[in-house]
């Protein structure tokens, strides 16, 4: 009895062996490009790992540290697939037609995957925006904080909050849609915006004392920002067919129902747009307080009573 389960081990085990060096025979090279792979992969991760580890330590800036992890990321991905697609991929010459079909059916397949990747390209080289731009895409306006290979990321201003103040919520927007909406940006070559004021005040108001207050506000409060936008303007020039023939601060004058309407428009760093909306109310306040013939006007009804027809 013992002999015979022994011999029966033995055959199992034989078995077992021989089962396992056919397998081995067969997919011999199979197991050996997928452990060179498992190692590539390892080997490239550490790496990044390492690089990205010193660069966090070395730099000091925040966004040196941004741009280069994602350098670093790049040429990661770019070489994990060119090392391992090289380890697999052989004999192209006899897969020509087979890659040609699955090329077609995957462009199919993944047209907003595709789509997404050119959109991704077409930012890296037109730059129509970079990381840090305040942008609107669409509906949608923000500041860009990340960019990624198939969609970029922005911090949501506006919608609710006024004044296009940092709503907090961070919205991730397929790169596919930068060639499918229309983009603005606030900064791009020329780093300031036109922004207007409007003041209504009574038509029994001193119009011209109301003008004259107007501009000596906008000139003590907003002229030197017109001359850091006259510089970044001739810089713009370079680069697109930018004119502007008055960049210093301008007060419009006209009518409504309700009164004399005055536009002070004026050129302003988009960030700074509501902090200088601030000031500039608070001098225009500060001064009609001053002057009881200006007052400042607000939608009214008036009532006149005819007197009774005499007898």
Same mark, same amino acid.
Request: charged share 20%; aromatic share 12%; glycine share 6%.
């Given at each position: 009895?013992?002999?015979?389960?022994?011999?029966?081990?033995?055959?199992?085990?034989?078995?077992?062996?021989?089962?396992?060096?056919? #397998?081995?025979?067969?997919?011999?090279?199979?197991?050996?490009?997928?452990?060179?792979?498992?190692?590539?992969?390892?080997?490239?991760?550490?790496?990044?790992?390492?690089?990205?580890?010193?660069?966090?330590?070395?730099?000091?800036?925040?966004?040196?540290?941004?741009?280069?992890?994602?350098?670093?990321?790049?040429?990661?991905?770019?070489?994990?697939?060119?090392?391992?697609?090289?380890?697999?991929?052989?004999?192209?010459?006899?897969?020509?037609?087979?890659?040609?079909?699955?090329?077609?059916?995957?462009?199919?397949?993944?047209?907003?995957?595709?789509?997404?990747?050119?959109?991704?390209?077409?930012?890296?080289?037109?730059?129509?925006?970079?990381?840090?731009?305040?942008?609107?895409?669409?509906?949608?306006?923000?500041?860009?904080?990340?960019?990624?290979?198939?969609?970029?990321?922005?911090?949501?201003?506006?919608?609710?909050?006024?004044?296009?103040?940092?709503?907090?919520?961070?919205?991730?927007?397929?790169?596919?849609?930068?060639?499918?909406?229309?983009?603005?940006?606030?900064?791009?070559?020329?780093?300031?915006?036109?922004?207007?004021?409007?003041?209504?005040?009574?038509?029994?108001?001193?119009?011209?004392?109301?003008?004259?207050?107007?501009? &000596?506000?906008?000139?003590?409060?907003?002229?030197?920002?017109? &001359?850091?936008?006259?510089?970044?303007?001739?810089?713009?020039?370079?680069?697109?067919?930018?004119?502007?023939?008055?960049?210093?601060?301008?007060?419009?004058?006209?009518?409504?129902?309700?009164?004399?309407?005055?536009?002070?428009?004026?050129?302003?760093?988009?960030?700074?747009?509501?902090?200088?909306?601030?000031?500039?109310?608070?001098?225009?306040?500060?001064?009609?307080? &001053?002057?009881?013939?200006?007052?400042?006007?607000?939608?009214?009804?008036?009532? #006149?009573?005819?007197?009774?027809?005499?007898?």
């Amino acid at each position: 009895m013992n002999s015979l389960s022994r011999s029966f081990i033995f055959e199992v085990v034989e078995n077992l062996i021989n089962r396992f060096r056919e #397998y081995h025979n067969a997919y011999h090279t199979q197991i050996e490009n997928l452990l060179l792979s498992i190692l590539i992969v390892a080997i490239l991760f550490f790496l990044r790992k390492i690089l990205i580890s010193v660069i966090t330590k070395n730099t000091k800036d925040p966004k040196t540290v941004y741009y280069s992890k994602r350098i670093i990321g790049y040429v990661h991905a770019f070489l994990a697939i060119i090392l391992v697609g090289s380890i697999w991929i052989k004999g192209l010459g006899p897969l020509g037609t087979y890659l040609g079909i699955a090329s077609a059916g995957l462009a199919i397949a993944l047209h907003e995957t595709i789509a997404n990747i050119a959109g991704w390209f077409f930012i890296l080289w037109r730059k129509p925006f970079v990381i840090g731009d305040r942008i609107q895409i669409g509906e949608t306006k923000g500041d860009v904080i990340d960019l990624r290979l198939f969609q970029f990321s922005i911090v949501e201003i506006g919608n609710w909050v006024e004044a296009e103040q940092s709503t907090g919520r961070i919205i991730h927007i397929p790169n596919s849609h930068v060639l499918k909406e229309r983009t603005a940006n606030y900064h791009g070559a020329f780093n300031y915006i036109w922004n207007e004021i409007q003041v209504l005040v009574t038509f029994e108001s001193d119009w011209r004392k109301t003008r004259e207050i107007l501009e &000596k506000i906008a000139k003590e409060k907003i002229e030197s920002s017109s &001359k850091q936008a006259e510089q970044q303007l001739n810089l713009a020039a370079e680069r697109y067919m930018i004119h502007f023939s008055k960049l210093t601060p301008a007060v419009y004058m006209s009518t409504r129902d309700s009164g004399i309407l005055f536009s002070m428009r004026y050129i302003i760093n988009p960030r700074q747009k509501r902090g200088s909306e601030q000031g500039i109310w608070e001098a225009i306040l500060s001064e009609f307080e &001053k002057h009881p013939n200006i007052d400042l006007a607000y939608p009214t009804t008036r009532f #006149y009573t005819l007197p009774p027809e005499s007898p």
